[in-house]
C-alpha cells in the first residue's frame, strides 16, 4: 500500500504561481512513478504530468507544457507540481498518483487506469 497526501492548493488569481506537494508513505517511493492529474467540475479526470522512477523522465500534456513542472524527490518520498501563469481554465481538483509501471516514449503515464493508488485531491482555483 502506499498513501497519498496532496497540499498546496488555494484560490489564486491568473498569472501567479503555485506549487503543489504529494507526500508518500508506504512502501519504497522509488518503486513509483508518480502522475498528477486533475478534475474540474462536470468533466473527466486528466492527465497534467508524470514522472519516472528515477526522476530522469518527465512528462506533461500538451496544455501545460511550458508552465507545469513535475519534479520529485526520493530522499523525501515526495513530488512536486510547480504551476506558473496559471489561467482560470486550470481550476480543478489535483490528484497525484504513483504507479509501479515502467515506461519510455510518447503516452507513458497518461491513462488514469494505469495508476494504484491515488491521494484525496487538493482544490486549485484560479479568479480572472
Known amino acids: 500500500q502506499v498513501q497519498l497526501v496532496e497540499s498546496g492548493g488555494g484560490m489564486v488569481q491568473a498569472g501567479v504561481s503555485l506549487r503543489l506537494s504529494c507526500a508518500a508513505s508506504g512502501r519504497t517511493f522509488s518503486s513509483y512513478a508518480m502522475g498528477w492529474f486533475r478534475q474540474a467540475p462536470g468533466k473527466g479526470r486528466e492527465f497534467v504530468a508524470a514522472?519516472?522512477?528515477?526522476?530522469?523522465?518527465?512528462y506533461s500534456a500538451d496544455s501545460v507544457k511550458g508552465r507545469f513542472t513535475i519534479s520529485r524527490d526520493n530522499a523525501k518520498n515526495s513530488v512536486y507540481l510547480q504551476m506558473n501563469s496559471l489561467k482560470p481554465e486550470d481550476t480543478a481538483v489535483y490528484y497525484c498518483a504513483a504507479t509501479p509501471v515502467d515506461c519510455v516514449g510518447l503516452g507513458c503515464y497518461e491513462g488514469v487506469g494505469e495508476y494504484d493508488y491515488w491521494g484525496q485531491g487538493t482544490q486549485v482555483t484560479v479568479s480572472s
Open positions: 514522472i519516472s522512477k528515477s526522476g530522469g523522465n518527465t
